[in-house]
């Protein structure tokens, strides 16, 4: 089901940002509560799956990017913000039309976008391309050991992305313009207005057009994410959020190591055609929840969500097969398969939790118990035309091949995909009950144990097959945790965690029997500083993590796959945020992870050996970034910022089974801004300072993502 009255929301996208009034984004910690007695309910404070308890006081690793630091280095996609955190690295983003990365080493369904939260609801599901930060308040990221109460997800960690909402507290707006390398032009607003002490309505939007550092390709997005607040009483609040997206991103494989040799070509060539056009992207999205005090320390939190995404697109995608690749054998011409995908998703969810508190003798007791109902249908069509096979040296290249000469490419080569290669419609069903309890044994001591019980049901109907009869799976698991908290002194704490998850595998066996689903157990250790005056924190995790019924290819029916792959992950990681005299900002973090397979297997994709030992694809060994800021304060002529940030990340597998790594890289960012008023700032930001050539993640060494070069930007921003 595509979306329709696209003009009408495109209008309603551009006019949210261009009416934006000056203003800064709020976090919606500070709704009306009520007192009672000794025990005051704030309703603005609790959080989706966390209850009352705050984020210093869990007992695992969490990171935390704000709105300003994300403006402050004008970052405007999720996947540039998610390279400023430890322990997260990029993977094969789908020729640049989803957000891919792995936590902890671990990166889940590479045929899917990762997943991520969104106010608590999945936001990563579907096919919504990559998500802008306009409207992002602030990143959550919380590490390790909590699938007892997210279930069905990733052992590293959950992305939690809390967004900009209407609040009654005042009105205020903010509005932006940026211009930047290869003719990047932007424009965002967000305005909240404060109709009266209990309605207000928030408009946050953006544009964007621009070119790229890759020839012929260009670009449009138009974002809105209005919101609703009607807070009838200090009792209860509701809000509305509508999300719409509407991108245009051509696809694009990347570049292509010659005999595993990377930069042959320069970063810029683009191997796709420019006739295939964009791959035009939807999303129409509503999220609408009820916060309700219970009396008391207690609140219930009710929510619904339902968002549509559609994606279609032609591409041209170099073959993979090695029968059927000319430049194996020539050197010169890139063989190319043209496919015409058409996917449609539709995701419905309905949660609801009550949190509070209560006393049994001398202990606290954080309680959160609630429950979660997911829909999420799928619609596949995919057409492709496919290079011949037997390919051998001397050959002619022929219109067949669809080649083009990586050295001296002509573009123009279109052929018709006919054959129907995926039509289906898969719906997943799934629902989970989940408890958890965090107990405060003495003021510095606290337990946490809890436990997720998720029920997963799959039908697919293939219309290549028989459509006559449903293929269906279905798995129940229940997922414990327990995590534990010493607070040393009032500044540092220790703190340590243990938990196992699952996340159902998609698809059917060579029997049409579903997979078993991927199994984890996760164990967690580490420490936690914040200075008295809170101006400094710091965070060093100690982790390790196994994984179990990894897809891999069925080593008897060729085609088909098993749940037959383990690996493990381990690392340390390290964060730093500090603000220091002399008006010095200090953002530092390390990640070291050690990722690899633990048994013998084919790979999945291509069915190349895998042997115990092997690393994990896209995954560095070193990751470390460091950002520092000194702020000058020039009187009555305002304020005055400079800034340098390094970002590095190792070497890391760029093809699961095959010795061919992506090198090192280091990159460097400057940036400056004037703020001759509070309601002014002026900034500059140059990134890849030194013009490094580097690629942050591939699939195949014919499918590498190349870097951006040197970029320079400008922006303005107005605040009132």
């Given at each position: 089901m595509h979306i329709r009255n696209k003009a009408f929301y495109a209008v309603l996208a551009a006019g949210s940002a261009l009416a934006g009034l000056p203003g800064v984004s709020l976090a919606q910690d500070n709704n009306p509560g009520e007192n009672y007695g000794d025990t005051i309910t704030v309703l603005g404070e609790r959080q989706q799956y966390r209850g009352d308890v705050p984020l210093e006081e869990l007992p695992q690793s969490v990171q935390v990017l704000d709105s300003e630091l994300l403006t402050e280095l004008n970052i405007t996609r999720l996947d540039s913000a998610l390279d400023l955190a430890s322990g997260v690295a990029r993977q094969n983003n789908f020729g640049g039309l989803w957000d891919a990365f792995a936590i902890r080493g671990f990166a889940g369904d590479e045929n899917f976008p990762s997943g991520f939260l969104v106010n608590g609801f999945n936001g990563g599901r579907g096919y919504g391309g990559p998500?802008?930060?306009?409207?992002?308040?602030?990143?959550?990221?919380?590490?390790?050991?909590?699938?007892?109460?997210?279930?069905?997800?990733?052992?590293?960690?959950?992305?939690?992305?809390?967004?900009?909402?209407?609040t009654t507290d005042k009105s205020f707006g903010h509005f932006a313009l940026s211009a930047g390398s290869w003719e990047t032009y932007r424009v965002e607003g967000d305005y909240n207005l404060a109709i009266s002490d209990t309605v207000a309505?928030?408009?946050n939007g953006a544009a964007q057009k621009g070119e790229s550092f890759r020839d012929t390709i260009e670009s449009q997005k138009y974002v809105a994410t209005p919101s609703i607040m009607f807070a009838p009483s200090s009792d209860t609040i509701i809000t509305y959020e509508m999300e719409f997206v509407d991108q245009e991103v051509p696809f694009d494989r990347g570049v292509v190591a010659v005999d595993?040799?990377?930069?042959?070509?320069?970063?810029?060539?683009?191997?796709?055609?420019?006739?295939?056009?964009?791959?035009?992207?939807?999303?129409?999205?509503?999220?609408?929840?009820?916060?309700?005090?219970?009396?008391?320390?207690?609140?219930?939190?009710?929510?619904?969500?339902?968002?549509?995404?559609?994606?279609?697109?032609?591409?041209?995608?170099?073959?993979?097969?090695?029968?059927?690749?000319?430049?194996?054998?020539?050197?010169?011409?890139?063989?190319?398969?043209?496919?015409?995908?058409?996917?449609?998703?539709?995701?419905?969810?309905?949660?609801?939790?009550?949190?509070g508190n209560f006393y049994t003798g001398p202990f606290q007791h954080h309680i959160l118990f609630g429950?979660?109902?997911?829909?999420?249908?799928?619609?596949?069509?995919?057409?492709?035309?496919?290079?011949?096979?037997?390919?051998?040296?001397?050959?002619?290249?022929?219109?067949?091949?669809?080649?083009?000469?990586?050295?001296?490419?002509?573009?123009?080569?279109?052929?018709t995909p006919t054959a129907q290669i995926q039509l289906s419609d898969e719906t997943q069903k799934s629902f989970g009950f989940y408890i958890q309890d965090q107990i405060d044994i003495t003021d510095q001591f606290k337990l946490r144990i809890g436990g997720r019980y998720d029920?997963?049901?799959?039908?697919?109907?293939?219309?290549?097959?028989?459509?006559?009869?449903?293929?269906?799976?279905?798995?129940?698991?229940?997922?414990?945790?327990?995590g534990v908290l010493y607070q040393i002194t009032d500044s540092f704490s220790l703190y340590g965690a243990y938990g196992t998850g699952f996340r159902p595998n998609s698809g059917l066996d060579a029997f049409g029997q579903a997979f078993a689903p991927e199994t984890s157990k996760s164990y967690e250790i580490g420490a936690r500083f914040v200075s008295p005056d809170d101006m400094i924190t710091a965070t060093l995790a100690a982790y390790y993590m196994k994984k179990n019924n990894i897809l891999t290819s069925d080593p008897i029916n060729a085609g088909f796959s098993i749940a037959a792959g383990k690996a493990r992950s381990r690392g340390i990681e390290a964060d730093i945020n500090a603000r220091l005299p002399g008006d010095i900002a200090i953002f530092a973090t390390y990640a070291y992870t050690d990722a690899e397979w633990t048994s013998s297997a084919l790979d999945v994709s291509f069915g190349?050996?895998?042997?115990?030992?092997?690393?994990?694809?896209?995954?560095?060994?070193?990751?470390?970034?460091?950002?520092?800021?000194?702020?000058?304060?020039?009187?009555?002529?305002g304020r005055f910022t400079i800034g340098a940030g390094v970002n590095h990340v190792s070497k890391r597998l760029g093809e699961t089974g095959v010795v061919f790594y992506l090198p090192s890289y280091t990159l460097v960012r400057a940036l400056a801004s004037y703020e001759p008023t509070e309601a002014v700032r002026i900034s500059v930001d140059v990134t890849n300072l030194f013009d490094e050539t580097y690629y942050p993640a591939s699939y195949h060494r014919y499918w590498v993502a190349p870097g951006a070069p040197r970029a320079f930007t400008a922006r303005v921003d107005f605040y009132f």
């Open positions: 998500r802008d930060a306009s409207n992002i308040d602030r990143i959550e990221i919380l590490k390790g050991p909590n699938g007892a109460v997210f279930g069905r997800g990733e052992p590293g960690g959950t992305i939690n992305i809390i967004t900009k909402k209407a309505i928030r408009l595993g040799v990377l930069g042959l070509i320069p970063n810029s060539r683009f191997l796709g055609e420019p006739g295939d056009g964009p791959t035009e992207v939807d999303v129409l999205g509503h999220q609408v929840q009820l916060k309700q005090s219970l009396g008391g320390p207690w609140a219930l939190l009710v929510g619904f969500g339902y968002r549509d995404t559609s994606f279609e697109g032609y591409s041209s995608d170099a073959e993979l097969a090695g029968s059927r690749q000319t430049l194996d054998e020539t050197g010169v011409f890139l063989a190319r398969q043209r496919r015409l995908r058409d996917y449609d998703t539709t995701n419905t969810v309905v949660r609801a939790e009550v949190s429950g979660d109902w997911d829909k999420f249908e799928i619609e596949l069509s995919q057409l492709r035309y496919r290079p011949p096979g037997g390919y051998t040296v001397g050959m002619p290249i022929t219109a067949a091949n669809n080649a083009i000469n990586i050295f001296n490419p002509v573009y123009g080569q279109t052929p029920n997963f049901k799959q039908s697919i109907i293939n219309f290549l097959g028989d459509p006559t009869t449903p293929l269906k799976a279905k798995e129940s698991r229940f997922s414990p945790t327990a190349l050996d895998i042997q115990p030992g092997d690393p994990l694809i896209n995954i560095p060994k070193h990751a470390a970034n460091l950002l520092a800021t000194k702020e000058f304060d020039l009187g009555g002529a």
